[in-house]
């Protein structure tokens, strides 16, 4: 059981509030040591699984500095500014609309950003934008945007990515079936994937709603 410290590491570091990576570091230090690693050991792990999946690392690696410079230069605020013009604009149209094309996108394997990429630095900011037309939105309603529009990233992605079966998570699906003795169809679980997705994005449509309704109701508060 001492081996699974590192969750509890995990869950009090982010109760905490504590920086994530280091956190997340921490934690996996933590575990090895508990395993009757020392910490060299521990350490040439790091190194090691960091070289051989540097073709993960690497991409976001490049991708920071980039978005660091964007956003430096005002790319937060021009994207705020754009959304304030269109009169339809609501925070929830705005996170719903991501989180539908996040899904197609996901669907057919295409990747269109992430957290880092495009959440932070662009659909999070559009949704706030399109807040502040009634006011600047307090503290409390602008970390409930953020929290939201991250959520329209996990969700668009997650659930709608084992719908083709030319996507990896179908065929992950299906060898974790085959490991397990359980005779399956792979179409027959691509397939099923696409009442999940829609149903979550439904379930994302009342949400935003709800966003919108306590947004417009911490604004009319404020002022």
């Known amino acids: 059981m001492i081996k699974l410290i590192g969750i509890a590491v995990v869950a009090v570091g982010f109760a905490l509030r504590l920086n994530p990576l280091l956190v ?6 933590a575990t090895g040591l508990a395993a009757g690693l020392s910490f060299h050991e521990v350490m040439a792990l790091f190194g090691t699984y960091f ?9 976001v690696l490049l991708m920071l500095p980039v978005v660091g410079l964007l956003e430096r230069h005002g790319l937060r605020e021009r994207v705020a500014s754009l959304i304030r013009q269109s009169a339809g604009a609501t925070t929830g149209r705005v996170l719903l609309s991501y989180h539908a094309l996040r899904a197609a996108a996901s669907t057919l394997a295409v990747n269109i950003g992430n957290h880092a990429s495009l959440v932070r630095p662009v659909i999070a ?7 502040s037309r009634d006011g600047v939105p307090t503290p409390r309603a602008s970390a409930d945007i953020r929290a939201h529009a991250a959520a329209s990233e996990n969700l668009g992605n997650f659930f709608a990515d084992d719908i083709l079966v030319a996507v990896g998570p179908v065929l992950l699906i299906k060898g974790v079936f085959d ?11 691509a397939w099923w994937g696409a009442p999940t997705a829609l149903w979550v994005l439904a379930v994302g449509w009342w949400r935003y709603r709800a966003l919108d309704r306590r947004v417009g109701g911490s604004n009319r508060d404020a002022k």
């Open 179 to 189: 490991a397990a003795g359980v005779r399956t169809d792979i179409l027959t679980i």
């Open 125 to 131: 900011p559009m949704a706030e934008g399109a807040a």
């Open 24 to 29: 997340v570091v921490a934690a996996g230090i």
């Open 51 to 59: 070289v051989e999946n540097r073709f993960m690392t690497l991409p």
